[in-house]
Structure formats: structure tokens, C-alpha cells
């Protein structure tokens, strides 16, 4: 079979996970929950018809392995999430498990066994819906994660701990989950752009150099609450003004710092009255950029702007680091591979950063990491109107393939120094 026949299946396969949600309307699939044990039961009878053995780690993680020529050889790690945010699209995470699988479907098809084995992992929490904590899965096989997470709890008080039990996971031995780099190639991720770039190159495909640093912050401006009609605005200390007053601090930061791009996307403010004055807000910050140094300078930059406008409004700042991630530089030689397998097929090999995160952050404190992106229709991603073509998914579908073979045909010490 061709590579476009191989994408019709991956794009029938994406519409079929779409079912397992847990809500009917429209793609909701968190981590530990029925719908993601219906996603993980779909993809595991996948894998098997593909020769895979399978099965589900402590955490929940599914993963399917395609065993080498020889015993002894090491292996190389592909993959990506099959949990959603809410209300999501069908194609980030799903697409990156499925066209994966497609590879090696492919060599299943045509009987051919690599120098090194793959192992496929469908990772059970990227998105960090339910407990509010991202790369649970991944951190978990990095050997990154961290037990006071289990303590978590969701929108229904149910810990961490309990939804992974639940799920048939032993958050006991969570330790089993972690991998060793001692026999590992890398890990390669395929996924959607999440961006406009490659739609507005037209190019179907793109190699990842880097992955933009993260810190989300929350923010707490706190002031006095009053009677909205009998409080003169001079005496007031409203919380949600200052607020307000952050939040175009943030645009104006982003704007005038290159390659950064700040976002609060969350206030809550308190007591929430059309007829009372807001005495507590809080806001959720989000700062990118794909150098270290130039993200925690605009988060200290904030922060005066923070502590300025609460100053001048005689309230009280709160500052939280809720999460921060390092900026991930792609493995050259396996960002070299795969702009070579995209040449191979007649397309330019287009470099560009990703701003998004992705599981590949996780896995860079164990191995080499390099993603592929495929093209999405106007850049839309977290959204019902995520799109891709069958074409441009059986482009990432054949540059995959092309970067294993590029990777068994290279010398066993280029392969072991990636």
C-alpha cells in the first residue's frame, strides 16, 4: 500500500476516536477517565493487527512495541497523547499515535524488521485537563515525575492517586513506568503545527528545531470589596482594574520583546456581583519563548508591572510559579535525518520552532527528541475546527518511514551517538 492509502486509514481512525469522549456534543477526553480507556482499547486492538505486543503501564501509558531484527538491539521511541482538552479537535496528539502506527504498520505489511526496535507510546495525559498538571504521562518514563502530584485533586475531589487506581494503574509503582537511556535511540514525535507558518509556505511538512520554555503564573490582585453604587470611584480598590490594567501590561510586553508570546487566559474575580466591586482577582499567565534567559526576564518584568499597578492601587499582589518548563533544543543529527527523508519525497525542508508544548519536552530529559509537524488548516488547534488533509498526513506519513530507514541505514555508532 501506499502512504495515501495507509493516511485514509489514519484519518478514519482519528474520526473513530472521536467517540470516545465524555461528552456526546463535542471531544472531551481526560486523563484516567472511561473515554480515554475507549481510546486506549481502540489503539491497542490497532497495534496488535499491526504485530505489536501491547500493553498499558502504571500510569496508564499505552504502549505498543515492534521488536527488532535481533534481540539485543536498542530501541527507538515514537509517539504521542491521546488525551484532549475540552471541546478539542481530532488531530492533536491522535494524529502523531496514529500516523506512527501507520509506519510501522507498513513494515509489518511488508514483513521488514529494523536494526532497532520501536516502541509506540500513546501517552495518557498531555493536555493536563483534570488535574491540572501536564506531561503526567511522559514525566512518568523520563522518570520525572513527581509523587506530591498524587495528591491532586480533581473538579469532583477524586485525587490523582484514586483516578489512576481506578484507571488500572498502581500509582504505588509508578516508578515501573521510567526508562533507562542506556538502550534507547530517541524519541520522534509527529504532530500538527498548531500554527499558520506552514499553510502560509505551502508546504505540507515541517522539522521542529526547538520547543518554546513555559511558565504559567498565577496572579492575585486583592482589594476591598464594596457596595458598586455607594463607594466613590477615588476611594475604591478594585481588584479587577488593576487586573485589567496587568493584562495589556502583558500584551505590551509580548509585543515589544521578539519571539515572545505571553497570554493570560483565565480571571476569576470575587465576589462576582454586577453590583458589588470586584475585592479578589485572580488571572492565569502564560509566557513563552524559546530562549530561557529572555522568558524569565519577561517574567520579572511582569512582575514589577505587577507590583507597580498594585502600588499605585493600594492592593496586595500574590505571585505564583505554578509551572515552568525549559526551553527543548531538537537532536541535530535526528532533525537532520528527518529534513533529509522530507527532501527525499520533493519537499522543501522548512525549519521551524514549535511555540506549543509537546511530550517531546518530557522525553528530553531521557533521550535525544526531534518532532515532524504536519500542516492544519489556518494554524487552528485546540478547537472542534481542527483540520488536516489526507494528503499533507500521508506526507508525514512518508517522511517518518523515509527517516527509519535513514536512521537502520546509518552506522551503529551514528545511531548510538544521536
Not at 534507547?184 to 502560509?200: D, F, K, M, N, S
Not at 509566557?287 to 534567559?293: E, I, L, P, S, Y
Request: hydrophobic share 45%; charged share 15%; glycine share 8%.
Amino acid at each position: 500500500m501506499q502512504s495515501d492509502t495507509y493516511a485514509e486509514v489514519v484519518m478514519q481512525r482519528c474520526d473513530a476516536l472521536a467517540s470516545c469522549t465524555e461528552e456526546p456534543s463535542r471531544i472531551t477526553r481526560p486523563f484516567a477517565t472511561p473515554a480515554m480507556a475507549c481510546a486506549n482499547a481502540l489503539v491497542a486492538g490497532w497495534m496488535r493487527d499491526a504485530g505489536m505486543t501491547v500493553h498499558q503501564d502504571t500510569i496508564g501509558n499505552l504502549v505498543g512495541r515492534y521488536a527488532a531484527a535481533t534481540p539485543s538491539a536498542p530501541t527507538l521511541l515514537l509517539g504521542s497523547h491521546l488525551d484532549s482538552v475540552r471541546d478539542a479537535g481530532r488531530y492533536d496528539g491522535p494524529l502523531g499515535v496514529l500516523a506512527a502506527l501507520a509506519c510501522v504498520q507498513q513494515l509489518h505489511d511488508s514483513g521488514t524488521r529494523l536494526p532497532f526496535a520501536l516502541e509506540l507510546y500513546a501517552f495518557a495525559d498531555e493536555e493536563g485537563v483534570r488535574f491540572h498538571s501536564t506531561y503526567l504521562g511522559s514525566s512518568a518514563v523520563a522518570g520525572r515525575f513527581a509523587p506530591a502530584t498524587l495528591e491532586r485533586t480533581d473538579a469532583d475531589g477524586m485525587s490523582m492517586a484514586a483516578a489512576i487506581r481506578a484507571f488500572g494503574g498502581d500509582p504505588m509503582r509508578l516508578a515501573e513506568a521510567a526508562r533507562t537511556p542506556d538502550d534507547l535511540l530517541g524519541y520522534v514525535e509527529l504532530h500538527i503545527e498548531q500554527g499558520p507558518v506552514l499553510e502560509a509556505l505551502d508546504l505540507p511538512v515541517g522539522v521542529v528545531t526547538a520547543i518554546a520554555g513555559q511558565s504559567r503564573i498565577a496572579v492575585t490582585f486583592q482589594g476591598m470589596a464594596g457596595h458598586a453604587g455607594t463607594v466613590p470611584m477615588q476611594l475604591r480598590r478594585d481588584a479587577l482594574c488593576a487586573a485589567a490594567e496587568f493584562v495589556l501590561a502583558v500584551e505590551a510586553q509580548a509585543r515589544s520583546t521578539a519571539g515572545l508570546v505571553a497570554t493570560v487566559g483565565q480571571i476569576n474575580a470575587e465576589p462576582g456581583a454586577s453590583n458589588v466591586i470586584p475585592g479578589i482577582v485572580t488571572l492565569l499567565l502564560d509566557v513563552r519563548h524559546q530562549d530561557d534567559a529572555t522568558c524569565l526576564t519577561a517574567c520579572q518584568a511582569l512582575r514589577s508591572s505587577a507590583e507597580q499597578i498594585a502600588q499605585a492601587r493600594q492592593l496586595t499582589l500574590g505571585w505564583e510559579l505554578v509551572q515552568a518548563s525549559a526551553a527543548v533544543q531538537c537532536n541535530m543529527r535526528l532533525a537532520e535525518l528527518l529534513a533529509q527523508a522530507v527532501e527525499a519525497g520533493g519537499i522543501r525542508a522548512h525549519r521551524l520552532p514549535s511555540g506549543a508544548g509537546h511530550d517531546a519536552v518530557a522525553l528530553a530529559a531521557l533521550v535525544p527528541v526531534a518532532m515532524l509537524f504536519v500542516r492544519c488548516a489556518g494554524g487552528i488547534s485546540h478547537n472542534p475546527a481542527e483540520a488536516v488533509t489526507q494528503a499533507d498526513v500521508a506526507a508525514g506519513i512518508m517522511v517518518l518511514g523515509r527517516f527509519l530507514h535513514l536512521l537502520a541505514a546509518a552506522r551503529p555508532t551514528d545511531t548510538k551517538s544521536v
